[in-house]
DNA sequence: CTGAAAGCGCTAACAC
DNA sequence: GTGTTAGCGCTTTCAG
């Protein structure tokens, strides 16, 4: 049997298409008590539900959000998308999700075809550069678009980011006053996220007239931490990761050449991801509230559907959190090496 | 400018709706040159995309899937959810996501309103057996819906799952072989998954005539490892943890009390997340192939959804890992504490 | 080789 | 209060 439609539910109830949709719809107003019972009945009786697709046709809106991450396992992203879908499924929007691989193509494609599939909005964490002329030119055409976490030098663009630049200078200012003499920034390849550039210059501004270091050998991680070390000699040395990936390789590297932090090197980095509260008794990390980017990012795009393309372009930085352990030497005991200093600048 | 339709391709191109829709579909079995090329050019001169809500409409097909997960944060989840869109993406169709924050109501009301959008299949991760009458009548409607990792005793629903009675087993008979003479099983509130409970059968059946241990207090988790610990004084004591929340608590508790592992306690339990790795030298633990799980039971579904309903019903057990790492006592000296020994079941 | 016309299930003027 | 009708953008029979 297939499944009964607005004309089926007016047939059984002798009333019109018309009828059955304004009930559908809350339209009581001059609604007799009889006919609405009368429908409500029939609905009920033929377990009616209605069809979300030619709604959609029709109203020319789908109540469908696009999503696109590249990488959805990624502990950083997944808090991002867990923040979109709570505050869209709360303003009574589905999420359509694909993930890009950080591949441009792919991304490219997602964002067209869920356009194609008439999402009214789409909220992208990009791979990187590719897609950029695609977005302004969508969004020029009237599509919106966020963008989260992930930025681009535009202003055309709504973007929610978080305080990449500030929190950065903030950690390596906090580096050199508690006595580390050089500190080394290590970061994987600078020119794919304006991300990394932005907490790259964060650096250099704040380590102008310091011993500062550039360390950017992800693959060979030992190696650059040797390298780091043999240039350091004898002063106090810190290292700073930029990313997550960073921050482990920096952790294993430390852990593989036997060197014990906060003694013979002090760390810090970017997230905090559960492992970090664990080894080496804690590692010193910046605590993003990613999930806060995501559901901003959903709000601020709820909001420029609903109230229209005119509003101001938006880019909102979201503060982050400075969280403090043993490995910047802020525990005194091995039985405290639970306890966290929190810092929010 | 309101977009490109079919419509205005064909007027513009001086040829038929229908025509244009023969293009679009790849029929061009009886179509001039002529008219391709014509049709080639307008449609990219007016750049049309078309658009996939009518065409869902018409073909009652949207290529749509959903999932429904408690928990898309939880790393087990989200590499199942990987699983479900790399597949669903290499197949053609797009991903509907929603939450259910481990509420059976929410997702009930989920599973209802993408059957509204017609998503062609349900993935589901169910919260709790609430939904079962329900999930049940829709699939004996000719709804497709498979349960992903976590089961329901049934032969109506698609599952796909891992090993989890087997590995616990071998989990279990190892730690005995090992020279545990007490075990203890660790586990938040049985009755609340099929999961919990299967691990926990296995338990019992491995250590029938052991010394064993429920201790299922995860609130207070280190009452319970002290509890144990003064239960089995004397003996050499492991506790098994059965989900990664167990685990970390136990992990916590463990260090909490200034316990140290293997020495004083053996610890083994679900999942590889990367931390296991990098605390207390590496936690030996169990590692599923949620990815893969995620990926088969999209497997089944569409293929379901393509050669109908009349397939015999499917459940699927993936094979485990058993990851031997420090805590059970798998590294002979300190720098061989990165190192793992793998075990296939 | 191509086109006219009907219809997917719904909504919303506009009647009455 | 309620119904008639047109139409959202597409596909597809059937006719030519």
Known sequence: ????????????????KTTVSRYLNGKFEHMSAKTKARIKETIEALDYQPNLIARSLKLKKTGLIGVIVPDIINPVTVNLVK???????????????ASSDEQSDKEKEY??????????????????????????TLTERGEKIVLADRTICDSILDMVTTDNYNMTRTVVK???????EAVGFFSPELLKSNVRLTRYNAFLDESAGKLAYLLHNENEYKKA????????????????????????????????????????????????????????GG???????????????AKILIDRIKNGIDNPV???ELKSKLILRNSTGDNVTVNQSWKEIIKND
């Open 83 to 97: 923040g979109v879908i709570d505050h869209c499924t709360q303003e009574g929007y589905q999420v359509v999700i």
């Open 174 to 180: 906090a580096l050199y006053e508690k006595g580390y």
């Open 314 to 316: 938006k880019y909102v």
């Open 111 to 136: 964002v067209l075809s869920m356009l194609n599939r008439k999402v009214e909005g789409l909220i992208v964490n990009i791979a990187d550069y590719n897609n950029y002329d695609l977005l302004k």
């Open 283 to 297: 590692i010193s990390v910046v605590e993003q509230p990613l999930y806060e980017v995501g559901w901003e990012s």
């Open 1 to 16: 049997m297939n499944p009964a439609t607005i004309e089926s539910v007016s047939q059984q109830a002798g009333v019109s």
């Open 225 to 280: 931490i040797q390298d780091f070390l043999s240039k350091t000699q004898g002063k106090k040395a810190a290292i700073f990761a930029s990313t997550p990936m960073s921050l482990l390789n920096v952790v294993s590297g430390i852990h593989e050449l036997n060197l014990k932090t906060p003694e013979d090197i002090g760390i810090c980095g970017y997230d905090n991801l559960p492992w970090t509260k664990l080894v080496g």
